[in-house]
């Protein structure tokens, strides 16, 4: 019998989840059952994709920029890579605030829902609140010193300074086009094979995504709060998807304009890496998917994938900053305040630098919310308003973060003439056997 395509094995890995997980919340025990016996495989799938993550970025990074034979070219991707990101965010905050200036959602919030939700998470809000707060401290070049490491093994410890281990291996790279071609062809090798034995990691970890995903929605469909409340927020949560949906749409436009790919070539190839992202919300844990989806099924040369994703992880975050400027918005359409022209582009302006600088992990949009806030003069009591739905919104944004990568991927590599056929057209001819 034909295996099924990895994307359709992952979809029914979280459909079944989310069914097995329907049937055990009859149970008194199934939720328990579930958090004990079920959730752990989830994590653990989640764990080995996050521990795969910073190898991967040292040595896909190094290998990429040591290919690349010249400052110059590595300069021009760079720039080229860092405008189209900024562009596609750009483009992605405006489409969240025209939705949410169209579906007004927060006019649909009436004054006791508005009141029983500060209730009942004020406190959870308050939490991000503080998480944000600690991050506001800083002075304005806070930012900048973050990027540069002083200990890069104490950088690589955290999955959270993935920026400053960019950082070194970027620098690293440099240093090693710099040095004559004789001493580099060592460490050229050691990292080529490096990250050969790291893709095949990734091989053989995505052989368990279906079962992975199927404990992670199982567990997150028994921890989901009450439907009232989805209802109560179902406007707000609808413009976020609208939003985000319409981004996907742009996104196909882009790669066909850019690439003259088309549109089904594009998600047939990028499906599994979203159906991760949806699933562990995380675009830091779901990078080493998407390198290998890019690289093997959308064509595109390693020495550009390996450059621009793992920076694209980190810093493009379309569907965050798309939501952070629905979320804003819904809020202030709440307290029923009126937001002048000036302050619509302001969003536009902060919810940018807050998806640069939210990290690749779960909820990290939301802490980074707060300064959207601030900067608006809408109130951060709000968030207890949005947080309900924030997880479920977290994946639906987390898979639009995973796609942006993904295009822009596609269109730096076009512009320098390095995108090509793909290595792979169906998921057997690669996974269980050897390459
Ligand atoms: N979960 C998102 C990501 O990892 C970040 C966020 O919006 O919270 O891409």
């Known amino acids: 019998m034909k295996k099924l395509a990895l994307h359709w094995q992952i979809l029914l890995g ?3 989840g989310v069914i097995f997980a329907l049937i055990m919340t009859n149970f008194t025990w199934g939720a328990d059952f579930i958090g004990d016996w079920v959730k752990p495989f989830g994590t653990i799938f989640i764990n080995a994709l996050k521990l795969i993550a910073i190898p991967l970025i040292l040595a ?10 010249d400052i110059s070219s590595l300069s021009k991707m760079g720039i080229r890579t860092i405008i189209t990101y900024v562009l596609t965010t750009v483009i992605a905050v405006s489409i969240g605030i025209g939705v949410v200036s169209t579906i007004k959602p927060g006019t649909s919030i009436n004054e006791d829902t508005r009141n029983e939700l500060v ?4 406190g959870d809000a308050e939490q991000k609140r503080q998480d944000a707060l600690k991050q506001k401290e800083a002075g304005p070049l806070q930012a900048l010193i973050d990027l540069v490491p002083e200990n890069i093994f104490s950088a690589a410890s955290s999955n959270r300074n993935m920026l400053q ?4 291996s970027v620098f690293f790279g440099i240093g090693l086009i710099l040095i004559p071609e004789k001493k580099a062809r060592t460490v050229k090798e050691f990292f080529d094979g490096f990250n050969e034995v790291i893709l095949k990691m990734v091989d053989l970890i995505m052989l368990a995504a279906p079962y992975g995903v199927f404990a992670l929605l199982a567990a997150l469909v028994v921890e989901a709060p009450s439907a009232d409340l989805f209802a109560a927020l179902g406007m707000y949560a609808l413009s976020v998807v609208v939003g985000l949906t319409l981004m996907i749409g742009v996104y196909l436009l882009l790669v066909k304009i850019f690439t003259n790919k088309s549109p089904l070539f594009f998600l047939n190839g990028i499906a599994p890496a979203q159906l991760l992202a949806f699933s562990t919300s995380s675009s830091a844990a779901t990078l080493p998917v998407t390198m290998e989806r ?3 099924h959308l064509g595109v040369d390693e020495k550009v994938s390996s450059f621009v994703l793992p920076i694209g992880a980190t810093i493009n975050m379309d569907g965050t900053s798309l939501y952070q400027a629905v979320a804003a918005i819904f809020i202030a359409q709440a307290f029923g305040m009126d937001l002048t022209v000036g302050t619509q582009l302001g969003i536009i302006a902060t919810a940018t630098l807050a998806s640069i600088g939210s990290a690749a992990v779960p909820g990290a949009g939301m802490v980074m919310l707060v300064g959207v806030l601030g900067y608006a003069g809408i109130p951060e009591a709000g968030l207890a308003l949005i947080f309900a739905v924030d997880r479920p919104l977290d994946m639906c944004r987390t898979v639009i973060n995973v796609t942006g990568d993904a295009a822009v991927s596609m269109m730096v590599a076009k512009s320098q003439g390095k ?10 001819d690669h996974y269980p056997k050897k390459k």
């Open 119 to 122: 209730e009942a998470y004020g």
């Open 14 to 16: 979280m459909v079944l």
């Open 294 to 296: 890019v690289t093997e």
């Open 165 to 168: 281990v960019i950082f070194f």
């Open 60 to 69: 896909a990074l190094i290998k990429g920029i040591s290919d690349l034979k």
């Open 419 to 428: 995108l090509g056929e793909p290595k792979v057209k169906d998921w057997d």
